[in-house]
Structures are given as structure tokens and as C-alpha cells.
């Protein structure tokens, strides 16, 4: 907000309200970082939660298939830890709007 980094001792009302709009804003974007971090770590826990279902059934399906005789190196292969999630993209709405300019018009 001031230049140079060095500090200023302000008092007009409308710098005092530049501040308090811009400390409104970080205050809000910290509160959608951490609802964003929250999702996030609830759907891990989910993936998580069906790997290791996963891994119980393999469990028993090698249990079953040994007793039925089959060699370890027949076995199926445990499966493989899922990935974290990848961060959904964002919609640009003002980008894909046609603002009717009809530059294919002549």
C-alpha cells in the first residue's frame, strides 16, 4: 500500500477504508483457503477409506485362493495407493462470453 516499504502514519478516510476493505478481503480469502483445505482433506480420507477396503478384500480373495492351491507368485497384486486429488479448475465465466463485438461479420 505505501511505496518504498517504509512505514507511513495515515489518517485519511479514505486510506483507513482502502485498509480495512483490503484486510476484509485477506480475512475472507484465508476463510475460503481453509473451507478449501477442509474438502480437501476430507475427500483423502474417503480415498483412503476405499483403498483400504480394497485391501481387505484382496486379503481374503488370496486367503481363499491359496487354500484353493494357488502359488504366491499367482496371487493378485495388491493395489496400488491412490493419489492425492488434484485441485479442481476454476471456471473463467468472462472468457468464454461472446460480447456480440461480430468479428466474423464483414
Request: proline share 7%; net charge negative.
Amino acid at each position: 500500500m505505501v511505496p518504498g516499504g517504509k512505514g507511513r502514519h495515515l489518517t485519511a478516510d479514505e486510506v483507513i477504508e482502502q485498509k480495512l476493505a483490503l484486510d476484509q478481503a485477506k480475512e475472507t480469502e484465508e476463510a475460503e483457503k481453509k473451507t478449501r483445505q477442509e474438502a480437501k482433506k476430507v475427500e483423502r480420507a474417503e480415498i483412503e477409506e476405499k483403498w483400504k477396503q480394497m485391501l481387505v478384500v484382496r486379503e481374503r480373495e488370496c486367503v481363499r485362493l491359496r487354500e484353493a492351491g494357488t502359488r504366491a507368485k499367482d496371487l493378485p497384486k495388491k493395489p496400488r495407493r491412490p493419489l492425492k486429488p488434484k485441485p479442481k479448475p476454476t471456471e473463467d465465466v468472462s472468457d468464454d462470453e461472446d460480447d456480440g463485438s461480430g468479428s466474423d461479420e464483414e
